[in-house]
């Protein structure tokens, strides 16, 4: 092979190396910008999942602070409804004293302030019963949990241990005590 011969044959394997180059950059450009691609993809979900990670975090500190309001609102105005069920209570009371005020016979004044009164005191029981409010039974068996005895006497008429008078009446809220009742027991 002479050299002319020899050269050409050194371009031409040349020509074929860049070529092959060429086609290997080709592809390591495709890779690259398949890579790049797919980040930026991934860059966008994660902006995406970020938004929505902000949206439900304020969602929740909505809901949260909204709940506080209500359970402050639902404890400032739990009373409302005994509040409302005191108020004829009070009418009947005023009503009482305006009537006491009057110029009318003593004995009718009384018996229609006796009467007053004891109106008002089944309509204060009810309003109490209606929300839970009762009254220990004086009938009922002595109880340390809701009795308080005061004293102890001796009695024909009643077991020992059993409460013979009441000296001041208790009060539940639905099973818990208000207040004891105070009395006495007999030995």
Known sequence: MSNEEIK???????????????VVLDEAE????????????????????????????????????????????????????????????????????????????KAELFDKLKEGIELTHKQFITSLEK?????????????????NAVQAVDSEEVESGQIVQTFQTGYKYKERPLREAMVIVAN
Do not use: C, W
């Open 131 to 147: 929300h839970g409010v009762t009254v220990v039974a004086h009938d009922e068996p002595f109880d340390p949990n809701i009795h």
């Open 30 to 105: 495709a890779e690259a910008e398949a890579v790049e691609n797919e980040f930026d993809l991934l860059q966008a979900e994660m902006a995406e999942l970020k938004d929505k990670y902000a949206r439900v975090h304020a969602d929740f500190d909505n809901i949260k602070k909204r709940l506080e309001r209500e359970k402050y609102t639902a404890v400032e105005y739990s009373n409302e409804k005994f509040a409302k069920d005191m108020i004829p209570v009070l009418d009947s009371l005023d009503g009482a004293m305006k009537s006491a005020a009057g110029d009318a016979d």
């Open 8 to 22: 050409e044959e050194n371009l031409q394997n040349e020509d074929e190396i860049t070529q092959n180059e060429d």
